[in-house]
Every structure is written in structure tokens, then in C-alpha cells.
């Protein structure tokens, strides 16, 4: 079973800064990997799939780039609205499973 | 406007069964496969369960196998978790979720619904 490991925890970033979040999968799953974003009461988005591609209508400051087994999520430019949780998730074969823990974005 | 409006949660006694229903529109519903993803209170995500589009590839993940049937109906365009033998474990709250593709090979989830709350208790 693939297990998806982030880091950090939690990431305190000041608005307009860059924030850089990992992801790393325990075996390869090629560039098999989405990024959600969570706000508090809401359900998940999508934000980036097949590890690099951006969902529709997702602001360009949300970038995904994969290296080997280890993923990046970087937002360029932190807006206040980018506050929120982010999971990782692979989606190697069907059907997908195993979520990362999350990493917690917030404020400095 | 594709929407997932989940239904069907409330308190239930250990041991015993619950059925969710999400009811899908706004798109092709026998285009997709469909999955169940719970999230128990101030943790993360959780997949549970997917289903392909035409109902014959069905997936659990291990902590619900053997006690949790998915399924759906076409032409009431609805998803359906089946929920027996529940758990203090199994309190959460359901989302479903569209899979991107048919269910045939692996694909994110583009659109989740907003979820019904599943809590498990004596």
C-alpha cells in the first residue's frame, strides 16, 4: 500500500510571501498526484492534478512540480484567501486512496 | 453546475446500519465513477470507497471492507454508501466525491459535495 507522508504539520507564512509544501509518496506513482485545498467548513478542492496541471480556474500562484517520489506544492505569493489545509493524494491505480495527513497553511 | 448533495447521516448505536445517499446533477452520471471520502472530527481525509461507472469496479479501503457497500443508480442519478456493524471509529463526515474519469484507471476528484455527518455513539 502507497503511503503519502507531508511536511510540514503546519507552515506559518506572512501574506505575500511564498509558501512550499512537500509531499512525499513511499513508492513511485509517476506524476499520479493531486492537491486539494480545505477551508474551514467547506469541502476539498481540487487544485492540481497529474502533479503539475492546474484544476480549472485556479489562480497561476498555485504551482505542483514532482521530482522522483517527491512532490511540491508552491503558492508564489500567499493571498488571504490561500489559508487553509492541503492534502496531497495519489491516484496510482484504481481506485485511488491513501490522502497525505495535510499540511495546515497559517498566518505568521 | 455539477452538484453532490449528501444525505442520510445522523446518530446511530454502535452496531447498527445507515444508509447515505448523494444525489448528483449537473452532469453525466453514468460518465464518472464516484467515490465516498470521510473526514472524522479535526482530522484529515479519509477515502472510503469508489465505484466505476458502470457499478463493476468497486473499491474499500481496508477499515470499512467487508462492512460498507457502495452502489448507484443510473436513472435516479444517486450514489449510495451502505453502512453496517458502525463504529465509535467510523464518526465522520461523509463527502462524495466525481472522480475526473470512468474509474478504469486512476483519476483525481474534481468535484466533492458538501457532506452529511455520520457520528456513532451509545
Known amino acids: 500500500e502507497i503511503v503519502m507522508t507531508q511536511s510540514p504539520a503546519t507552515l506559518s507564512v506572512s501574506p505575500g510571501e511564498r509558501a512550499t509544501l512537500s509531499c512525499r509518496a513511499s513508492?513511485?506513482?509517476?506524476?499520479?498526484l493531486a492537491w486539494y485545498q480545505q477551508k474551514p467548513g467547506q469541502a476539498p478542492r481540487l487544485l492540481i492534478y497529474d502533479a503539475s496541471t492546474r484544476a480549472t480556474g485556479i489562480p497561476p500562484r498555485f504551482s505542483g512540480s514532482a521530482s522522483g517520489s517527491d512532490f511540491t506544492l508552491t503558492i508564489s505569493s500567499l493571498q488571504s484567501e490561500d489559508f487553509a489545509v492541503y492534502y496531497c493524494?495519489?491516484?496510482?491505480?484504481?481506485?485511488?486512496?491513501?490522502f497525505g495527513q495535510g499540511t495546515k497553511v497559517d498566518v505568521k | 453546475e455539477v452538484q453532490l448533495v449528501a444525505s442520510g447521516g445522523g446518530l446511530v448505536q454502535p452496531g447498527r446500519s445507515l444508509t447515505l445517499s448523494c444525489a448528483a446533477s449537473g452532469f453525466t452520471f453514468d460518465d464518472y465513477a464516484m467515490h465516498w471520502v470521510r473526514q472524522a472530527p479535526g482530522k484529515g481525509l479519509e477515502w472510503v470507497s469508489g465505484?466505476?461507472?458502470?457499478?463493476?469496479?468497486?473499491g474499500y479501503a481496508d477499515s470499512v471492507k467487508g462492512r460498507f457497500t457502495i452502489s448507484r443508480d443510473t436513472p435516479k442519478e444517486t450514489l449510495y454508501l451502505q453502512m453496517n456493524s458502525l463504529r465509535a471509529e467510523d464518526t465522520a463526515l461523509y463527502y462524495c466525491?466525481?472522480?475526473?474519469?470512468?474509474?478504469?484507471?486512476?483519476?483525481?476528484?474534481?468535484?466533492w459535495g458538501q457532506g452529511t455527518l455520520v457520528t456513532v455513539s451509545a
Open positions: 493524494q495519489h491516484y496510482n491505480h484504481w481506485p485511488p486512496r491513501a
Open positions: 466525491a466525481k472522480d475526473v474519469g470512468l474509474g478504469l484507471v486512476g483519476a483525481p476528484f474534481d468535484s
Open positions: 465505484i466505476s461507472w458502470n457499478g463493476e469496479n468497486i
Open positions: 513508492q513511485s506513482i509517476s506524476t499520479n
